[in-house]
Every structure is written in C-alpha cells, then in structure tokens.
C-alpha cells in the first residue's frame, strides 16, 4: 500500500450516497479491467465496447494503457516499481469514475497479479463492482499482429523489460470473463462483455 505523505488531510464525505447518485441518473457503476499481452486484442474490444455502452445511452468511459501515460503517468516508466505506481493510479481514477456511476473501463497490460490484485481490493474496500477481463491471446499470435512493431524491437533487444519476451505476465488465475481474441472477432468479444454485465446486474 503507497504511504499517505500528506498531512493534516481528512476524508471529507459529502451529502450525496453513492446509491442516491446512482437511483437518481439511472445508473449503476463498475470498473472493467482489460488486462492481456500487447496487442492481444483488449483496447479494441474495450474501444468498441465503449462505443456500443454510450451509443446505448450508457455511460462509459474507457482508459488505455498509452493515453495515460501521456498525460496523468507520464513521468513513470516502466520498472517493476512504476508499472506499480502506473495500475495504483489509474486504480484509482478508475475506481472514482465507477463511483460516479460510470461504467470504467480501462485497458493495460497490468502485467502482475499483486499490482491488479492491489486495485481489485482497492475497489472492495470501496464497494464499488470490479470485474477482470482477460484478453487470453497466444503470444504467437500477439507476435504475428504487432501493430506498433514493439514485439519485434524488442526481440532485436532495442526494447528491454517487455512483457511477454524478458519479462513476465502473469495471467489471471479467476478474471470474471476471458476473451479469446484471436477466435472471436471484436463483435463477438464485445457481446460477451455486455452479456456479463447484464448478467452482475450492471446494465439492462
């Protein structure tokens, strides 16, 4: 858990409940968290996810990986310790949106089980819905698709630390729904995720 450096600072809660918020704008909030391999298919199916929830009068707003870390992460990297710092962030950002009656949803690699387990608890603790999704594609076949050409830099060793090739991804042992991208077309993995929705009782 990061330490509070701050001092002097209370939680300060306001006069509006979550279940108020929620009962009065007709919605109920959750974060969807894609996690799976580069290029394994999890921001386009959370792109067209959030495109399907919003044109259905849903509120959804998606976070990706790469958007982040050009605004709200971009002075961390990409050690053990910033990927840390990168999940416990968007962790919570995601988590405010979802008390917000948001549908979040969010796409990263997320590569290590502790790191997503830390964000799960997080919204636990919080009794805000969380549901792991799991972009479950081969890494030959994440290979074979590298759009951004990240898979073959980083085996000529121009990328060090990638996941999937020096460095470990350690998949989900209970995500709430697996995806298999590479068998499914998007449509197809989009319908699953609305089908799991409807079935926690998130979406109609």
Request: aromatic share 8%.
């Amino acid at each position: 858990m990061t330490e509070i450096k701050a001092t002097n600072v209370t939680w300060h809660e306001g006069n509006l409940t979550r279940e108020e918020r929620w009962k009065a704008l007709g919605c109920t909030g959750c974060t969807l968290w894609f996690t799976g391999l580069s290029a394994s298919g999890k921001s386009t199916v959370a792109s067209a996810l959030e495109q399907v929830l919003v044109q259905q009068g849903i509120n959804a707003y998606r976070m990706d990986g790469d958007n982040i870390r050009m605004g709200l992460n971009k002075n961390l990297g990409f050690s053990a310790e910033d990927r840390a710092e990168n999940i416990r962030r968007i962790g919570e950002v995601a988590k405010l949106f979802a008390d917000n009656g948001t549908i979040a949803i969010t796409s990263f690699i997320s590569p290590y089980a502790a790191d997503r387990d830390a964000v799960r608890a997080l919204h636990e603790e919080a009794g805000v819905p969380f549901f792991e999704v799991f972009a479950d594609t081969p890494l030959e076949e994440c290979e074979k698709r590298d759009p951004k050409g990240l898979y073959k830099k980083a085996r000529a060793g121009e990328i060090k630390g990638f996941t999937g090739i020096d460095d470990p991804y350690e998949a989900p042992a209970k995500a709430e729904l697996v995806l298999k991208c590479a068998e499914k077309d998007v449509d197809a993995c989009v319908a699953d995720c609305i089908e799991m929705l409807k079935a926690k009782g998130i979406v109609g």
